[in-house]
């Protein structure tokens, strides 16, 4: 069975000695024929441009061609045209061959192109940010979709079936506008060629059709609209009525005010990059350590960070920031939204921004207010820069994503993109009245999935990200919205089948918020095999059993990797992402200092955020000066991150959590880009950054954390001891009645370090040190006896939560006082 090879090439068609120009060099192949075991092949290329151009190669010239039907990067040429005459019977052209791994040539491809020596100008590199081009057209193509640009000049194809006619309206930066009509359609794709349009051209369209809102159709010339694919875009919106589809008042109106000048841009961007030798670091799940970040949040006060970069993609990537994720051990940032994002009217009325950015309009484009270099493509380079600095300290990059509803709100929205383009393809209209949004999602509107069109888009922005951007997976915000093919979440959706067969996107972690605002929408445990689930249920109940509630028989569940929600559907322990806090939600510090929700800051009488918070704020609600509160906070802090740290399946930190910090009792601080939502770095909790380090490093020793198959409660592994026993706090095996008992709040756990099924990382068996666990949720301390010598000769004290210096070595069943509120964690080395 031979590969099919398909080369893809972008040169200069047209050159002018003394110009420079890129030439780049890719390979693909049908993502269903790979026929080899490997999983790469290397293949070079081989230019000859001579006499015509000087040839410099920016990469290594090989290409590492992947099984998923790509490679991780192209390769590129700087040339400069030569002034020199072409010899008779000697055609203009380059000369590529591409070999493969013994140095046999398999293609050789004439690259033709005419040489302007009459001082005409051909694109050159150079050329950046260009005014609106005169009207030139080439033979254009229906894909890929969005704002392709090749070196010469640029291809626009944009989707829209109501559409009579689509104008192209070119801007340049005084913002005057140009309309080019497309010339093109193709399958309801609407498409044109402009020679000499290139990087920094800003762009948008209009589109002439049908406006009928009850039928569902919005189409009005009169509203420039973002394209789609846009892979960048410049500036925000200017809230005015004239972005409004309809006349104030009077919503089955088409308002004809030209809603231009309000407008955000698209931009054309040269997607070149030097990736270098940027490879993904793939942790596999057992061994990873999540932590949410936040772009702005993380950076925007850091004082190591320089100011110009604070806040931005940039300041992510400086090292001071980099060194304390490694310092803390985790794995993988997962960003919170970077599509680009509105600030909404109303929420800009009462002073305040979209924080949290799950208001997207681009789901292509990095959000630009996180540019510290520009918006004229230049946040693709800086985004890109900060995933090859995170993915060279071994730090994966995890995207929020939600593709569940736009930034357009309901029939009274803006309309910015998806409405005036097609409406009736990219939303989901309510069946009896077409003018108005089925919302799923408690954002006005729900994004249809059961059209193809918009399923293609969220697939291609996908893929975009994953092998243009470099990302390493994703977490679907309201992932239950996108398995609604018809009312009811389906996990056999069209969506899951999508994910479940493509070649690269069911490569990365995915991972699902798996709940929606609709009936039925709480679906934890529910999802395909392929993903992991933010457990919603590990969250509340780690929260109800420290705050001293009777949960004990679902507690050792949630610590255990949650095999009554994941087993039965052939998942295991690291399909649960365990989490105490996150961004939706107090912080670990607000967890433990407040009862109640204090959003007084958010504009609405605090009416606003859950008042399910499953906390206790240990005698004092908010700031205190009392000692004792003090200690008890910090204690049940330690507990908290033990916890999660230490339980099976997949850990999540929340940024600051590590050093404290606070939101002062606000639950729902999506829209404060404050101090109130950053990181202190000032005064961080040093104390609780070294715990929280040693707590990761635990795990990261000791493969018994981080299992990938579920206890049994029986010998496994070739040890004659249990994988894992319960006890009570007489050093003996739980009984039945000991589970069923409301006062139980007090709990030990031997997990056998002899145990362990799976297979190293050299194929051999794992022998650990055995863990016990004891965890005391009980307000007062609690004599407790450890269990004999058969389960361990004697115990290390690895963690206190009562006290920062652990304890003398215990011996088997010795008697202790564990103090209240207080989790330890002993460690035995393995029998001889």
């Not at 322990?573 to 105490?580: D, G, L």
């Not at 005698?619 to 802090?637: F, H, I, K, S, Y």
Request: charged share 20%.
């Amino acid at each position: 069975m031979t590969l099919s090879l398909e080369p893809v090439v972008g040169w200069p068609h047209e050159a002018t000695p003394g110009r420079t120009y890129l030439m780049t060099v890719d390979l693909r192949t049908p993502a269903d024929a790979w026929p080899y075991d490997e999983e790469e092949l290397e293949f070079t290329c081989m230019l000859d441009a001579r006499p015509f151009f000087a040839a410099r190669a920016l990469d290594d010239p090989v290409l590492v061609l992947h099984r998923f039907g790509g490679t991780y990067r192209p390769v590129r040429y700087l040339l400069s045209a030569e002034a020199v005459e072409a010899e008779p019977g000697v055609d203009e052209a380059i000369w590529l061959t591409i070999t493969n791994g013994f140095g046999v040539p398999l293609r050789t491809l004439e690259l033709p192109f005419t040489m302007l020596r009459d001082g005409a100008a051909g694109a050159s590199l150079e050329v950046s940010a260009p005014a609106a081009p005169p009207p030139g057209r080439l033979l254009s193509t229906p894909a890929p979709l969005g704002a392709v640009y090749d070196g010469t000049g640029t291809n626009f194809a944009v989707f829209s079936e109501p559409a009579e006619r689509v104008e192209l309206c070119l801007f340049d930066a005084d913002g005057n506008e140009t309309r080019v009509e497309l010339p093109e359609v193709d399958g309801f794709v609407w498409h044109g060629y402009l020679e000499g349009a290139g990087p920094g051209q800003r762009y948008g369209y209009r589109v002439h059709g049908p406006h009928d809102p009850a039928s569902g159709l919005r189409c009005n010339p009169a509203k420039l609209l973002l394209d789609p694919y846009a892979k960048a875009i410049d500036g925000g919106v200017a809230w005015d009525a004239a972005l409004l589809g309809y006349v104030p008042g009077d919503p089955g109106t088409l308002n004809s005010t030209d809603s231009a000048p309000y407008m955000p841009r698209s931009v054309v961007v040269n997607g070149f990059f030097d990736w270098g030798d940027d490879r993904p670091p793939r942790v596999p799940y057992a061994r990873t350590v999540m932590y949410e970040a936040h772009v702005k949040g993380m950076t925007a006060t850091h004082p190591e960070v320089p100011p110009r970069l604070r806040g931005t993609y940039a300041g992510l990537a400086h090292p001071a920031v980099v060194q304390h994720l490694v310092d803390l051990g985790v794995t993988a940032v997962e960003l919170m939204p970077v599509h680009e994002f509105v600030h909404g009217r109303e929420l800009q009325a009462r002073g305040l921004r979209d924080y949290w950015g799950y208001n997207s309009i681009g789901f292509f484009a990095p959000h630009h207010e996180y540019s510290s270099s520009g918006s004229l493509g230049e946040q693709v380079r800086e985004f890109k820069t900060m995933v090859r600095t995170l993915h060279e300290a071994g730090l994966e990059v995890i995207l929020d994503v939600d593709y569940t509803h736009t930034a357009e709100a309901n029939h009274l929205g803006p309309t910015l993109s998806f409405r005036g383009l097609d409406n009736v393809s990219y939303y989901r209209l309510l069946d009896h009245d077409r003018a108005h949004y089925a919302d799923y999602t408690g954002n006005s509107n729900t994004l249809n999935v059961r059209s193809p069109h918009t399923l293609q888009l969220i697939m291609d922005s996908l893929r975009y990200w994953v092998l243009e951007m470099h990302v390493d997976g994703f977490r679907f915000a309201m992932a239950a919205a996108l398995a609604r093919e018809f009312y009811d979440v389906d996990r056999l959706s069209a969506f899951f089948d999508l994910i479940q067969q493509d070649p690269v996107i069911s490569q990365v972690k995915l991972i699902a918020e798996p709940w929606d605002v609709g009936p039925g929408g709480y679906q934890v445990g529910n999802f395909p095999p392929l993903w992991t689930e933010w457990n919603g249920r590990y969250h509340d109940t780690v929260r109800d059993f420290w705050r001293g509630e009777t949960v004990l028989p679902e507690f050792a569940s949630r610590l255990t990797g949650s095999s009554d929600l994941y087993e039965s559907s052939g998942r295991r322990p690291v399909a649960s992402i365990n989490f105490v806090t996150s961004h939706d939600g107090f912080t670990l510090a607000d967890l433990v200092s407040y009862d109640r929700k204090h959003n007084e800051a958010n504009g609405e009488d605090n009416r606003d955020g859950t008042e399910d918070n499953r906390s206790w704020n240990c005698g004092a609600e908010g700031p205190t000066d009392d000692p004792d509160v003090l200690r008890l906070r910090a204690r049940q802090q330690r507990n908290l991150l033990a916890t999660t740290i230490l339980s099976q399946g997949v850990p999540l930190i929340l940024y600051g959590d590590e050093i404290g910090r606070t939101q002062n009792g606000n639950n729902n601080a999506w829209c404060q880009d404050n101090e109130l939502s950053w990181m202190d770095w000032i005064r961080p909790d040093d104390a609780l950054l070294g715990f929280a380090s040693r707590l990761v490093a635990l795990r990261a020793r000791h493969p018994l954390f981080r299992r990938s198959r579920f206890f049994t409660g029986r010998p496994v592994g070739g040890s004659t001891m249990p994988d894992l026993v319960w006890f009570n706090q007489e050093g003996e095996e739980m009984r039945q009645g000991d589970w069923e008992s409301r006062g139980f709040r007090t709990v030990g756990v031997f997990l056998n370090g002899e145990g362990v099924t799976e297979p190293g990382p050299d194929g051999g068996r794992v022998v650990d040190d055995s863990f016990y666990l004891v965890f005391n949720a009980e307000a007062a301390p609690v004599p407790y006896t450890l269990p004999g010598p058969e389960y361990g000769d004697g115990w290390r004290v690895e963690i206190d939560t009562s006290q920062d210096v652990p304890s003398t070595p215990l011996p088997s069943r010795a008697r202790l006082t564990v103090p209240s509120h207080t989790m330890l964690v002993l460690r035995s080395p393995p029998t001889a």
